[in-house]
């Protein structure tokens, strides 16, 4: 587990494939966990997804696709009032977050289901920002049933309407991928009303 500041994420990652062989990647994607720690920038954790040498000799059998739904979608937001005249803000409030669920494990016939990456790749629609889409594979949390994306949403409660699509691609400890999962739908009206995905 890797933990870094936002601003450590790099502003020119290309959308495109790459799995780290035997270590850990410098260049990390945003797909990720938070965790928060009062008075200090708001801090991400990450895994990667790493290949293993011995399974890339031997395993060349592709992963199952995979089903895939939005769990929820959280924007950034601004002060919010504590009371007594006080207004409360913390360093994640810029940050806006999809917690996608995947629904059914995808198997395969060597790497376990929690040991499987998952690039996302773009679908359809308009993203958040131009470097949505995370340049790695990462692992799953929760046992590998539950993975993040986060982007950079602003620390305002005056939001845009988003909508766009992405798809989700397993990838085992052999680096072979599964075909993409159906795109799955994000749609938020902004300031206007709650999430709507599917």
Same mark, same amino acid.
């Given at each position: 587990?890797?933990r870094i500041p936002l601003s450590s994420f790099p502003s020119n990652a290309a959308p495109r494939r790459r799995v780290t062989v035997g270590m850990?990647?410098?260049?990390? #994607?945003?797909? /990720?966990?938070?965790? #928060?720690? +009062?008075?200090?920038?708001?801090?991400?954790?990450?895994?990667?997804?790493? /290949?293993?040498?011995?399974?890339?000799?031997?395993?060349?059998?592709? #992963?199952? $696709?995979?089903?895939?739904?939005?769990?929820?979608?959280?924007?950034?937001?601004?002060?919010?009032?504590?009371?007594?005249?006080?207004?409360?803000?913390?360093?994640?409030? *810029?940050?806006?977050?999809?917690?996608?669920?995947?629904? *059914?494990? +995808?198997? *395969?016939?060597?790497? $376990?289901?929690?040991?499987?990456?998952?690039?996302?790749? #773009?679908?359809?629609?308009?993203? $958040?920002?131009?470097?949505?889409?995370?340049?790695?594979?990462?692992?799953?949390?929760?046992?590998?049933?539950? =993975?993040?994306?986060?982007?950079?949403?602003?620390?305002?409660?005056?939001?845009?309407? =988003?909508?766009?699509?992405?798809? =989700?691609?397993?990838? *085992?400890?052999?680096?072979?991928?599964?075909?993409?999962?159906? $795109?799955?739908?994000?749609?938020?009206?902004?300031?206007?009303?709650?999430?709507?995905?599917?």
């Amino acid at each position: 587990m890797m933990r870094i500041p936002l601003s450590s994420f790099p502003s020119n990652a290309a959308p495109r494939r790459r799995v780290t062989v035997g270590m850990r990647a410098h260049l990390l #994607p945003l797909l /990720l966990a938070i965790s #928060p720690a +009062p008075g200090l920038a708001c801090s991400l954790a990450v895994t990667l997804h790493t /290949l293993a040498e011995d399974e890339q000799r031997i395993d060349k059998t592709a #992963p199952a $696709p995979l089903e895939a739904s939005v769990v929820s979608v959280r924007r950034g937001r601004g002060p919010a009032s504590a009371g007594n005249g006080v207004m409360s803000v913390t360093s994640c409030d *810029d940050i806006g977050f999809i917690t996608v669920r995947i629904d *059914d494990l +995808p198997g *395969d016939n060597r790497t $376990p289901k929690t040991a499987l990456g998952y690039f996302v790749i #773009p679908a359809g629609g308009t993203w $958040p920002e131009a470097h949505f889409f995370p340049e790695n594979a990462v692992r799953g949390l929760s046992e590998g049933g539950e =993975i993040s994306l986060a982007w950079a949403d602003g620390a305002t409660d005056e939001q845009e309407a =988003i909508e766009f699509a992405f798809s =989700i691609v397993a990838v *085992d400890l052999a680096g072979n991928e599964s075909e993409p999962s159906d $795109p799955i739908w994000v749609r938020h009206a902004g300031s206007r009303s709650e999430a709507d995905c599917h």
